[in-house]
């Protein structure tokens, strides 16, 4: 019988394999990404800017997750046909643009989630999904985009994974809305990076979630942050 002894100083290795990879492109300065725009709390950024906290153990595994899906399904179409880096890569009124994937479809992108598929609701359950979407079509002159969904636990039944595809479609009018919210939180983080400040109490808004949860209770700077306690319900 072979003998078997877990390897944690392996377990240490590759984790700092992956917090490297997580953190290949710093971004610095006053460079805005869609990413930190798309809804979720403003702060948290101007927290992973200065002082670039650790991510936990289960952030790193949702980010190999995640990344480990979207490049199964494109690199290798990528290596074969080459394609031109501003059909992926956009600066759209100075916030830096980057999607998963462009196809015959239009605009992708490609989650990995541990929701179960069978009460997914591609609009409510991660709204700045959307939300960043909609940032997207606005760079790529669209009203539409896809939302790729691998479910890593199906519908928790049978545990089996899942894989779904939603068009998402915007109205001229939600466009021009989502426009108005991401290029009034880019000038508000903008304004912080550059006077190395922090965010303003009246722009955080951490977003809500059932049972009065925010994304304040697993922000990995929580322990950092003075304002969990003094922002408006």
């Not at 290949?24 to 200065?50: H, P």
């Not at 290596?79 to 992708?108: K, N, V």
């Not at 000038?187 to 808004?205: F, M, T």
């Amino acid at each position: 019988m072979p003998v078997c002894n877990r390897n944690e100083n392996l377990e240490t290795y590759y984790f700092d394999q992956l917090h490297k990879q997580m953190f290949k492109f710093k971004r610095e300065g006053t460079d805005v990404y869609a990413s930190e725009v798309d809804g979720g709390c403003l702060q948290k950024t101007i927290f992973r800017r200065r002082f670039e906290p650790p991510p936990s153990k289960q952030q790193l595994l949702k980010f190999m997750r995640g990344f480990a899906v979207e490049m199964y399904i494109t690199s290798d179409k990528k290596r074969q046909d080459p394609r031109p880096p501003e059909l992926e890569h956009r600066i759209w009124e100075d916030i830096r643009c980057g999607i998963d994937d462009f196809t015959e479809y239009g605009i992708s992108e490609i989650k990995s989630t541990a929701k179960s598929c069978s009460t997914f609701m591609p609009l409510e359950s991660y709204p700045w999904w959307i939300e960043r979407g909609g940032i997207y079509c606005l760079a790529w002159d669209e009203t539409k985009f896809n939302l790729v969904c691998n479910f890593v636990r199906g519908n928790y039944k049978d545990i089996q994974e899942e894989f779904k595809c939603y068009e998402i479609k915007f109205s001229t009018t939600e466009l021009f809305a989502c426009k108005d919210r991401v290029l009034d939180r880019a000038q508000v983080l903008r304004q912080a990076l550059k006077n190395n400040s922090d965010i303003p109490l009246r722009a955080i808004q951490p977003l809500k979630f059932s049972g009065n949860k925010t994304e304040c209770s697993w922000c990995e700077s929580a322990d950092l942050c003075d304002y969990k306690d003094a922002i408006p319900k």
